[in-house]
């Protein structure tokens, strides 16, 4: 009878190479998980963190732009075919920015009430400011005039668990437009009421922030808004 052929077992080199063929391509394995892991990672944060800049800074941009509103503006509307009439000033008017150049602060006033009472109130003062201690945008709840003031009351807009708010950048213009050619008489003399005066506002707002987990995250986000509420100052001289 013919023997069985002996069973040849895998040398001790054979055995290592193969290990090591194994640990280096569950290495690459283990790189090419990794990173497509962290990079799903990094796109989350960027949305998240794009979501949440865009949703506070439309916020502000929906708020800024009720600037002024009063609901009795009829009152306080020049016209032409009267013009010595007296009008009514508006008390929610103007728009005030100030604060450190580094972080400013603006101010603004509208009407809440239900029947107008043509009185801005302590709760109809608004605004908007960078806290740069704590990285956060703040809202100004109520203050004692358009101006902002440290004193006023102050919420958190932004969540500094969430978001990290690095700038905030608040430019505001002013086009103004002479009414002076519909008056009747366009001498001014000495008054320094005159000539009235159309204000048009614009707000542009940029914010700039980073994820609060990881600060390689960064996104800007910006808007532009005209104020709705133009205003007319002046008066024709008499």
């Known amino acids: 009878m013919t023997p069985a052929p002996a069973l040849r077992g895998w040398s001790l080199v054979e055995l290592m190479l193969a290990i090591g063929l194994g640990l280096l391509l569950l290495t690459v394995v283990l790189h090419l998980v990794s990173g497509h892991v962290e990079e799903q990672r990094r796109l989350l944060l960027e949305s998240r963190l794009t979501q949440d800049l865009r949703t506070a800074v439309e916020m502000i941009a929906r708020d800024v732009r009720r600037s002024g509103y009063w609901a009795d503006v009829s009152g306080g509307v020049w016209d032409s075919s009267r013009p010595t009439a007296t009008l009514t000033a508006n008390p929610y008017r103007g728009a005030v920015l100030n604060g450190p150049a580094a972080a400013p602060w603006l101010g603004y006033g509208y009407s809440r009430d239900l029947t107008e009472n043509h009185i801005s109130s302590n709760q109809e003062k608004f605004g908007l400011r960078l806290n740069t201690s704590a990285q956060v945008i703040e809202w100004r709840l109520s203050g004692s005039a358009v101006a902002p003031d440290e004193r006023d009351h102050w919420q958190a807009l932004t969540d500094p668990a969430l978001m ?17 050619a519909h008056c009747p008489n366009t001498a001014c003399g000495a008054r320094t009421d005159c000539p009235p005066e159309w204000i048009q ?23 532009e808004t005209r104020l709705r509420n133009d205003e007319v100052v002046g008066a024709c001289p008499p």
């Open 201 to 223: 506002r614009r707000v542009r707002i940029e914010v700039d922030a980073q994820d609060a987990r990881d600060a390689r995250v960064q996104r800007q986000q910006s808007t």
């Open 164 to 180: 990290r708010v690095t700038r905030l950048s608040i430019r505001l213009d002013e086009v103004r437009h002479s009414l002076l």
